[in-house]
């Protein structure tokens, strides 16, 4: 499939919206088991992305990723800036404007594998890597309804971060009174991945 | 919410330029970014910065200064600082001698602080702080917070870069002091963040959080608020118990307030601690008692001990001159 200009801009746009108007849940979520600040971070770097949107989308998919990646970095802040900013830096390395789903999928792995490196931490620690890890299973899998599929994996996803005790990040503090809470980063990958599939889907 | 603010956005800008400006003949404003520099540096020294959410206030901002830090980086309420602005004040910082970071235990803080050491192409360490016992040390987790213990961390590296020690030297001496330390708190309330607008966790008129952070998470367990001197005991357990036989010698005590608990109370918690840890076999040489590294209008406080030797006791004794630590200058 072919990611032009207009399509990055889209696919851009909608996430970031995404991300901002789920702002005060996700920090509802991380009142809950963190410190409150994860709806205000992220709505802050999407921000940034929305605002820069149109020189963003104009480099090709390789470095517009990157720049969002950048951008994220530079204006989140906490251990989402560096964690979600590691993701899109890592999926701009190696992605080609016309892409195969086999190519996206094998550049999510190799995202995946820095946000790992990056955080010193691995799937079932309560983390956004529960979601990513499973979306990227659906990603490798062919078949039609994948936007369906990818929503769907993720909220599952997201909605097993619940009874997990946390051991990566501020929630790890509380033990397992961390236990029967979402995970705000889960929910954060969650809404990323399902605005993606609304582009997918046409319907953004 | 009720606060002194104009917008929850601006709190932290109007803050900064207003402690800038206060402290003038300390620190200035960084040129390139918001971020705190001290006024005079010393060429060749080795440049200490440290930095992590706001809210803590005076830690750091208010520890640069002669004797302590040459930079801080404030990020966001509860925010790690973004790498953009470490490396603006490593770069203002910089006089030759090389960079030490010095940064409190949270993914976040180390996460921002390993990036901009990676991107900043000058010879760079860290020193990472970890004295609270109330998190559980596992390899498979986060480990240890650091809280109130990073400001004898910062004082004594300050004091020892102004004698002229090189970078390899100061890692070194920072994590002996912050091995040699531990802290333990407890808070009767939530915090409120400007920009959540409500406190960050619900708390009965009759309950307390024992083993507490710093940034309105809450702590290991929730128990009945209970006479301070129950209180104490069961903090100087955590330390002691933590230290072990490291606990018998000569220690400096800090009794750190959260932001919102009155001088007279954390007098009293000192006392109170102070007479518990001598049988413990810790003789305290040195204190410090006030509202150092808080957690904004959180009530409650927090206790370090930090096992003293004599070249630490020299170090802390040494002149200070900053907005929140000064002596003999």
């Known amino acids: ?204 | 919410m009720k606060k002194l603010i104009n917008a929850a956005e601006s709190v932290l800008s109007e803050s900064l330029a207003g402690f800038c400006a206060a402290h003038s003949d300390i620190v200035r404003m960084g040129e390139q970014a918001p971020f705190v520099l001290r006024r005079n540096l010393i060429p060749g020294k080795v440049a200490l910065i440290s930095g992590g959410g706001s809210g803590h206030e005076p830690l750091h901002s208010g520890f640069v200064g002669y004797g302590m830090l040459d930079a801080a980086c404030p990020g966001q309420v509860f925010t790690s600082p973004t790498p953009d602005l470490i490396l603006a004040a490593a770069e203002a910082a910089d006089t030759g001698g090389g960079v030490l970071f010095i940064v409190k235990n949270y993914e976040g803080d180390v996460m921002n602080f390993d990036m901009a050491r990676e991107m900043c192409g000058k010879p760079a360490e860290a020193v990472i702080t970890d004295d609270d016992v109330a998190v559980e040390t596992s390899t498979f987790s986060t480990g240890r917070r650091g809280v109130a213990g990073t400001l004898i961390v910062e004082k004594i590296l300050g004091a020892a870069a102004e004698e002229g020690r090189d970078l390899a030297a100061l890692k070194a001496l920072g994590d002996r002091v912050n091995a040699a330390t531990r802290s333990i708190g407890i808070a009767l309330t939530s915090c409120t963040v400007p920009a959540a607008g409500k406190p960050t966790f619900d708390i009965a008129e009759d309950e307390m959080e024992v083993g507490v952070g710093i940034h309105g998470e809450p702590g290991r367990r929730r128990v009945k608020l209970r006479p301070a001197a129950e209180i104490a005991a069961e903090m100087v357990h955590a330390i002691t118990a933590d230290l072990g036989e490291r606990a018998r010698g000569e220690a400096m005590l800090v009794i750190n307030g959260f932001g919102a608990t009155p001088l007279s109370e954390l007098y009293l918690m000192y006392e109170a601690v102070r007479r518990l840890l001598e049988p413990a076999g810790s003789i305290i040489v040195r204190s410090l008692v006030g509202n150092f590294v808080t957690s904004l209008d959180m009530a409650g406080c927090s206790a370090t001990v930090s096992m003293l030797d004599e070249e630490m006791k020299r170090l802390w004794d040494a002149p200070v001159h900053t907005a929140a630590l000064r002596w003999g200058m």
């Not at chain 1, 104009?58 to 990723?65: D, M, P, V, Y």
């Not at chain 1, 964690?83 to 999510?108: C, H, N, P, R, W």
């Not at chain 1, 009874?163 to 809404?191: K, N, Q, T, V, Y």
Request: glycine letters at 10%.
């Open chain 1, 1 to 204: 499939m072919m990611i032009d200009r207009e399509a990055r801009k889209l696919l851009f746009e909608t996430v970031a919206r995404r991300v901002i108007e789920s702002a005060e849940e996700l920090t509802d979520l991380d009142r809950a088991i963190g410190d409150g600040d994860h709806g205000a971070n992220m709505r802050r770097g999407f921000e940034a992305v929305l605002a820069s949107v149109d020189e963003l989308s104009a480099k090709n998919l390789g470095e517009s990723l990157k720049g969002v990646g950048t951008t994220l970095v530079m204006k989140v802040g906490g251990a989402s800036g560096p964690l979600y900013g590691t993701l899109f830096m890592s999926l701009g390395k190696s992605l080609a404007d016309d892409v195969t789903q086999e190519q996206i999928a094998e550049a999510f792995a190799a995202a995946i594998e820095a946000v790992k490196a990056r955080g010193k931490s691995d799937v079932g620690q309560k983390t956004m890597l529960d979601v990513l890890f499973p979306v990227l299973g659906v990603l490798r899998e062919s078949g039609a309804g994948l936007p369906l599929r990818l929503k769907a994996t993720a909220r599952e996803a997201a909605e097993r971060t619940v009874p997990m005790r946390a051991i990566r990040g501020r929630a790890s503090f509380l033990g397992d009174r961390s236990i029967g809470h979402m995970d705000p980063g889960a929910r954060s990958s969650e809404l990323i991945v399902d605005a993606v599939a609304d582009v997918m889907e046409g319907f953004a």
